[in-house]
């Protein structure tokens, strides 16, 4: 008996240990910026117009370091609306960021690398790097001709500037501040495919803080995450926040993949019509069954995750002007 108390306790404290708790689960609470939050990991979801502007994080760590997570659009040919001054521009500065360690693309689809070359350009933000996983351009010339611009863009910008550009690799454990890790599950698989195949080329990495994680998928599509499940067994998908694929709505979040990663949360920058759509509302729906709280950027356009190591909430935070 005393050796199954024991034996049922390390178990218990196994997993106590071995994910984070989840604070106010059903709210979002507002609060402004202190120091005890400055201590704290937060992740900006950046948002500011109820558009399709793609994919925006920053990712602050307890010891101030920076690392942007895509950098949405910059100009598109259908519109005259500059993204990145609507956007991008805005909330760096809505937190005083002057340097970025680290600038990670997940693919270079233009709502994710588009808003780059445009920040690059800034003189006043200073960079360390920029890591991508680069896509051969003779792949590209199928499913994704512009990319091969901002591929060749983002070069020579970097190389203007004296700013490094790093491909990452498969298994890579990238140091992102005090105690804050990425660890790279996939850049992607190299088969040329249908018109998708780039979305399906994203970095996927589980980010750790203590025992929070929260898997970054890109545009991680079905065929991606059916890779990935059979890559890796459950352990290293499994996270408390789960960043949806594609925008929370086309081609992406099966079901298995979902109970996999079995998320006590789920974000996603998607607007209010493709929640509406077919396909976003396919999602919304598996949300609600699987009653995983769901926080859309259409609803929540300040939004952060913010955690200590052993606890996480959402937070829209308030920086002081």
């Keep these: 008996m005393k050796k199954l108390s024991v034996f049922l306790f390390c178990l218990l404290t196994a997993a106590l240990v071995t994910a984070a708790e989840f604070v106010n689960s059903a709210t979002v609470s507002t609060q402004k910026f202190s120091p005890e939050l400055a201590k704290k990991l937060r992740i900006r979801q950046a948002w500011t117009t109820n558009d399709t502007h793609g994919d925006i994080y920053i990712i602050s760590t307890p010891d101030g370091k920076i690392t942007l997570l895509d950098c949405g659009w910059g100009d598109r040919a259908n519109t005259t609306k500059k993204y990145y001054e609507i956007v991008l521009f805005p909330a760096l500065a809505e937190q005083n960021i002057r340097h970025i360690d680290r600038i990670i693309i997940t693919h270079p689809h233009g709502d994710h690398i588009g808003g780059l070359p445009h920040l690059l350009r800034k003189k006043s933000i200073t960079v360390g790097e920029v890591c991508w996983s680069y896509l051969d351009p003779e792949m590209l010339k199928k499913t994704g001709p512009s990319s091969i611009k901002y591929q060749d863009e983002v070069i020579e910008l970097c190389r203007q500037r004296n700013i490094p550009v790093r491909d990452v690799k498969d298994g890579e454990v990238i140091n992102l501040g005090k105690g804050v890790t ?39 599509g079905f065929e991606e995450e059916k890779y990935l499940l059979k890559k890796y067994p459950a352990a290293p998908l499994k996270s408390d926040v789960l960043k949806l694929g594609h925008h ?74």
Excluded: H
């Design 248 to 321: 929370g709505g086309a081609g992406a979040t099966g079901e298995k993949f979902l109970q996999t990663v079995a998320p006590k949360a789920a974000i996603a920058p998607i607007p209010d019509w493709l929640a509406v759509d077919k396909r976003g509302e396919r999602v919304v729906k598996l949300m609600k069954e699987k009653k995983i709280p769901y926080f859309m950027s259409w609803q929540y356009p300040q939004l952060s995750v913010v955690s200590d190591g052993r606890t996480f909430e959402m937070i829209n935070i308030v920086y002081p002007k």
């Design 182 to 220: 990425a660890a790279v599950l996939t850049t992607g698989f190299r088969k040329a495919g249908r018109g998708n195949w780039l979305n399906n080329q994203s970095i996927v990495f589980q980010l750790q803080y203590g025992t929070f994680t929260m898997l970054f998928t890109g545009d991680c």
